[in-house]
C-alpha cells in the first residue's frame, strides 16, 4: 500500500521561493504518476503540476507556468514541487497524489483528479509580506 507525505511547506514573502516535497513509502514512486494539487481557503481544489512515472513528461497549470518546476527524485522515492515567483495567490494547502500508470509512461494530467488513487494528508504554503 502505497502512503504519501510531504513537507517543506511554511511561509515565504511574495516574489520567493520554497520547494515541498511528496515522499513515497511502501511502493517506488516510479511506478506511478505524481500529481500536485492545492487548495484555498474557500475554493475548490485545483491540479498544479505532474510528473509521468518516466519523468518525461510535466504539465504545469497555466498560472503557475514558468515559476514551479516539478521533478523525481528516484533514489529518495520523492517527488519535488520547486516554486518560485511566490504570489500571495499560491497560498494554499498543497497535495500530492499518485495513480499507478507502471514503470516508464508517459502521461499524467492535472485537470482530472479522480483517477489519483492515493493522497497525501497535505502541507500548507502561505505567501504573504
Known amino acids: 500500500q502505497l502512503q504519501l507525505v510531504e513537507s517543506g511547506g511554511g511561509s515565504v514573502q511574495p516574489g520567493g521561493s520554497l520547494s515541498v516535497s511528496c515522499v513515497g513509502s511502501?511502493?517506488?514512486?516510479?511506478?506511478?504518476?505524481i500529481g500536485w494539487f492545492r487548495q484555498a481557503p474557500g475554493k475548490e481544489r485545483e491540479g498544479v503540476s505532474c510528473?509521468?512515472?518516466?519523468?518525461?513528461?510535466?504539465k504545469y497549470a497555466d498560472s503557475v507556468e514558468g515559476r514551479f518546476t516539478i521533478s523525481r527524485d528516484n533514489a529518495k522515492n520523492t517527488v519535488i514541487l520547486q516554486m518560485t515567483g511566490l504570489e500571495s495567490e499560491d497560498t494554499a494547502v498543497y497535495y500530492c497524489?499518485?495513480?499507478?500508470?507502471?514503470?516508464?509512461?508517459?502521461?499524467?494530467?492535472?485537470?482530472?483528479?479522480?483517477?489519483?488513487?492515493?493522497w497525501g494528508q497535505g502541507t500548507q504554503v502561505t505567501v504573504s509580506s
Open positions: 510528473s509521468s512515472s518516466s519523468g518525461r513528461t510535466t
Open positions: 511502501g511502493v517506488a514512486l516510479s511506478q506511478y504518476a
Open positions: 497524489a499518485a495513480t499507478w500508470t507502471g514503470y516508464g509512461n508517459d502521461d499524467c494530467g492535472v485537470v482530472t483528479q479522480d483517477h489519483y488513487e492515493y
